[in-house]
């Protein structure tokens, strides 16, 4: 039997970060091999029997641990931003080192997954695999018949055609959107291509994950049935 993986999924096990983001930090020669430093995040490594360093330090798979957070508005999803005031990082354990799934921008509130678990991120996050997202929005004037018909129907965006899988009015200024895109801030920019702009926006599901009733500012751990369904 094969034990052996590629590198940079090795370093997603190990907790560095994300599959794609490890796969950079592979290419920049941060990673060596037995003493050689690769730049091939396809290289295959045995982690039992390589000697696999990354800046210089040993790694071995982390514990997975999965959060699910209620984002307050205000904090960014980024690790490490010297020029962000709060970092959602600063709202869960610091130990062991999680990242978000996907991100939500600074002023969106709402579900936000954390976890060391490379494979789950990547199967969330992939536009292969059409994970929706559902998201509340407040918008700042009522829209017409009109313009709800035209998101229904699509818009196109200066990176491509998008067309939500489902968009309705809740009441007054809120509306629901389905969207399995992960375009940076993208249902912020459809309701701004009809004219109108977005005064709050909450995440409240990602997949079969939904938010419910947890607090604003406060995680909890996902069951081990939630995992499995997630990563379905």
């Not at 959060?67 to 959602?88: F, I, M, R, S, W």
């Not at 313009?147 to 196109?156: L, M, R, Y």
């Amino acid at each position: 039997m094969d034990k052996t993986v590629k590198i940079a999924k090795y370093l997603a096990q190990a907790g560095v970060a994300s599959r794609r983001k490890a796969e950079a930090l592979v290419k920049q020669g941060l990673v060596s091999v037995n003493g050689k430093i690769s730049a091939d995040p396809a290289l295959r490594v045995n982690p039992k029997t390589d000697k696999i360093l990354y800046r210089g330090k040993p790694l071995s798979p982390a514990q997975k641990v999965y959060y699910l957070l209620n984002k307050p508005a205000g904090y960014t999803c980024t690790a490490q931003d010297p020029h962000a005031e709060k970092l959602v990082g600063e709202l869960v354990p610091a130990e062991p080192k999680v990242w978000s799934v996907g991100r939500l921008d600074k002023m969106t509130s709402g579900l936000l997954i954390l976890t060391n678990d490379g494979d789950l991120a990547l199967s969330l996050t992939h536009p292969r695999y059409r994970v929706e997202k559902e998201y509340e929005i407040t918008a700042d004037f009522p829209l017409a018949e009109n313009e709800i018909a035209a998101v229904q129907k699509g818009v196109s965006l200066e990176d491509g055609f998008i067309r939500p899988d489902r968009f309705e009015k809740i009441g007054g200024k809120r509306y629901r959107i389905v969207i399995h895109s992960g375009k940076k801030r993208v249902v912020r920019r459809i309701v701004e291509k009809i004219g109108k702009s977005v005064a709050q926006l909450k995440r409240t599901r990602v997949g079969s994950l939904e938010l419910q009733n947890l607090p604003l500012g406060k995680w909890r751990r996902l069951s081990p049935a939630e995992i499995k369904k997630l990563a379905q």
